[in-house]
């Protein structure tokens, strides 16, 4: 899970921790393919939680999953954190 405070955060953390890419082995992707996938699974809102989901099954692909401030709002209100 890592917090992704603005898009920067996120297009590090998508680029390094979830696609795995780095400099020291060449990319499968085009950098307009790349540039596509980034903005296909951007986050709606910044700040927000990303999370990596691993799928059902034993070859299922994993995918990213974000949680919002407003979740996080209503899940602090059920724990009697915030009133």
């Known amino acids: 899970m890592k917090l992704l405070a603005n898009e ?20 499968v992707f085009e950098p307009d393919e790349l540039e596509r996938e980034i903005l296909r699974q951007v986050p709606k809102e910044f700040p927000c939680l ?15 999953q974000f949680i919002y401030r407003s979740q ?12």
């Open 50 to 64: 990303a999370q990596i989901v691993e799928g059902e099954g034993g070859y299922s692909l994993q995918s990213v």
């Open 8 to 27: 920067f955060e996120y297009r590090e953390w998508i680029v390094k921790g979830y696609l795995h890419l780095d400099e020291e082995f060449p990319s």
């Open 72 to 83: 996080i709002e209503e899940w602090a209100k059920l724990f009697g954190i915030v009133s």
